[in-house]
């Protein structure tokens, strides 16, 4: 681990391929390289599967630079969403968007731990209610285009598959937050709405996994309709615990 300066450069690049930062491809060494390589470490451990796979250094190194790691819950449906979120900030591609430091890290992946020692005082079936739906008659529809004076309350989809497609394919340009059915504020991931993990069927996201089993999706044309919702539900601060990188 660094001890001293903060950022280095270096002429050659040494270390294990497989958790090497993106940054450190590029020549550069920091304290937020160490925190991605630790990250890559505990994404293995938890999923049994290293973030990416390549057949060669430079294939690797691109992997690395930019392509983004399969959510840890598909392979470990059992596994926190909380812990995901700070092993995929920890992951982020940029050094700034990556946890202030590791004890922050550290500390991310111990607090759902710490959560469950109160929660496990009351009945399992507290922590899994899907949330009450309004009737879809009530539920205004948001226009296609909309002025920041328009805004329009953020929509929940919980076991509405079908309805959360059709949503996402008539409002490209909107935005989506992923997180479990407790809602809880510490997962809470931003996305974009053409982003590929969010719209499309994998072998990792079967038909179903979008709104039918672990996680809702919260919708809305607008970022400030978003923030609103975490507001109200835990995120005091408006903020998101994830700001996807979306791909197409």
């Known amino acids: 681990m660094l001890s001293t300066a903060s950022v280095k450069h270096l002429t050659t690049i040494g270390g294990t391929p497989s958790y090497i930062a993106p940054e450190q491809f590029q020549g550069i060494i920091s304290r937020e390289g160490d925190q991605y390589a630790l990250g890559c470490i505990a994404y293995e451990l938890v999923t049994g599967h290293q973030p990416f796979m390549a057949p060669d250094f430079l294939s690797m190194g691109w992997k690395h630079m930019t392509e983004q790691p399969i959510p840890p819950t598909r392979y470990n449906p059992l596994l926190s969403p909380a812990i995901e979120a700070a092993i995929l900030k920890a992951m982020a591609k940029q050094r700034a968007e990556r946890h202030v430091d590791i004890l922050v890290f550290l500390a991310a992946l111990r607090e759902p731990f710490s959560q469950t020692t109160v929660l496990n005082k009351t009945p399992a079936i507290h922590l899994i209610q899907p949330p009450v739906l309004a009737p879809a008659s009530s539920i205004p529809s948001i226009p296609s285009t909309m002025s920041p004076s328009s805004s329009q309350a953020a929509q929940e989809f919980s076991h509405k598959e079908q309805l959360y497609l059709d949503w996402i394919h008539s409002h490209p340009h909107g935005f989506v937050i ?71």
């Open 178 to 248: 992923n997180t479990g059915r407790s809602k809880n504020p510490s997962y809470m991931v931003l996305h974009r709405a053409w982003c590929k993990t969010m719209s499309h069927y994998s072998k990792n996201a079967a038909p179903g996994g979008f709104t039918e089993r672990d996680y809702i999706k919260v919708c809305a044309s607008d970022l400030s309709s978003l923030r609103e919702w975490v507001r109200q539900h835990g995120r005091t601060d408006g903020s998101f615990s994830v700001e996807h990188q979306c791909y197409k």
